[in-house]
């Protein structure tokens, strides 16, 4: 009976945390969005928005209903995936280039 909960494959967990990418992004997108027109509003440049990664993996658990842990799993991905820009505790989304 233990078997059925031992650790997944590797691979099996890669692609758990790698179908949260696309909803993890919107989120990331929406937070920052916020950031920019608080910026915005009080007069500041609003390319130096950017979302703490605490702050994102909060909203990620409440939203997603899963636990802190898999949430900062799925942001070291994203980083490391090169989906997101990363710069000490904040990330923002990769600029669009057009």
Do not use: C, W
Not at 40 to 55: C, F, L, P, Q
Not at 59 to 88: H, W
């Amino acid at each position: 009976m233990n078997r059925q909960f031992q650790k997944q494959p590797d691979f099996k967990q890669q692609q758990g945390i790698q179908s949260f990418y696309e909803p993890a992004l919107r989120v990331l997108n929406e937070i920052h969005e916020q950031k920019k027109l608080s910026l915005r509003k009080k007069g500041y440049d609003e390319n130096n928005a950017a979302v703490t990664k605490i702050e994102l993996s909060q909203l990620m658990a409440r939203r997603f209903r899963i636990t802190i842990f898999l949430a900062d799993q799925i942001i070291s991905s994203l980083v490391k995936s090169n989906s997101v820009e990363s710069f000490g505790g904040y990330v923002k989304p990769k600029a669009v280039e057009v």
